[in-house]
């Protein structure tokens, strides 16, 4: 098999009440970025601690950031998050610049779901619809396409997976993209869950819809603690990746990120997997474009 390609979303909506350990500034966040590579993760992910501004802001406050990781480690697989737009709607335009800057994954994030929390009855709450339209997706696939990233997609729901593999069928799916199968638990995101649960019937039903597809995945759990869970093994066990960190942590403890990352590198080794480095995850997703220096 090959190796393991661990990826480590180091903050979302994490709040430093939930765990001091959060990053969120972007001396902090080139601080995590650098020990999590260092204890073994290949790509980090992360999003700013700016809302509402406007594309030029966002892209400047990710390369604060940044800069001092590439010049650190120029083979870093770095990528944001969405930037959501005044009207509340999601936008790739971010992706164009960054990619002008030397990012090399990209994201992509291909259907909707209602993300929100649970009312004093336990019943999902909230108007928050997380909007990505068939067009909005076309339009983020092909941002990557032509700035050469490979698209990090995250599956949500099962209908975000069959709108993959439509691209994928019909050769239009940019190249160097990983799936990321996000289980959730009853806590999911914000409180409320959403999509399959984190069991191998889960798993399976997943993995049938990828049948024949030679997409590198990789599993996580949103409100969880993946390396603690079963999934992560059968993953393993699978051909799979992992995907940790303190965006989707939901365990009882206040881990780091690097102590997250360290808990996947172990499991890892356990079950007779080698660890990726970013080159060796470049390789493996076939990144159409290779480090090109910091610009």
Excluded at 59 to 67: C, I, K, P, Q
Excluded at 184 to 191: D, H, I, N, P, Q
Aim: aromatic letters at 8%; charged letters at 20%.
């Amino acid at each position: 098999m090959d190796p393991v390609i661990i990826e480590c979303a180091v903050n979302g909506v994490t709040s430093k009440a939930t765990n001091p350990h959060v990053p969120f500034e972007p001396s902090e966040i080139t601080a995590d970025a650098l020990a999590c590579m260092d204890a073994g993760a290949a790509i980090i992910h992360n999003h700013i601690d700016l809302s509402g501004v406007s594309v030029e802001r966002a892209v400047e406050r990710y390369l604060e950031a940044w800069g001092p990781v590439l010049d650190a480690r120029p083979d870093a697989l770095l990528y944001p998050t969405i930037h959501i737009d005044t009207d509340g709607s999601c936008s790739y335009e971010h992706l164009i610049p960054l990619a002008a800057a030397g990012m090399r994954v990209g994201i992509t994030d291909p259907g909707s779901v209602n993300l929100g929390v649970r009312d004093a009855d336990g019943l999902p709450s909230g108007g928050f619809v997380y909007r990505n339209s068939f067009d909005v997706i076309g339009r983020a696939f092909g941002i990557c396409r032509d700035g050469q990233l490979g698209p990090s997609l995250a599956i949500y729901e099962p209908g975000f997976l069959r709108a993959t593999m439509a691209w994928w069928r019909a050769g239009q799916l940019p190249a160097g993209a990983m799936i990321k199968l996000y289980f959730s638990t009853e806590r999911g995101y914000l409180g409320a869950p959403f999509g399959l649960p984190p069991t191998e019937r889960a798993l399976d039903a997943y993995l049938e819809v990828l049948d024949g597809c030679d997409v590198p995945w990789a599993v996580s759990i949103v409100g969880g603690d993946l390396c603690a869970d079963r999934i992560a093994v059968l993953a393993l066990e699978r051909g799979g990746n992992l995907h940790v960190g303190l965006e989707f942590y939901g365990g009882d403890r206040t881990p780091t990120n690097v102590g997250l990352v360290t808990e996947a590198v172990a499991l890892c080794r356990r079950y007779g997997r080698p660890i990726a480095t970013p080159d060796e995850a470049a390789q493996i997703l076939g990144l159409p474009r290779g480090p090109g220096g910091w610009r």
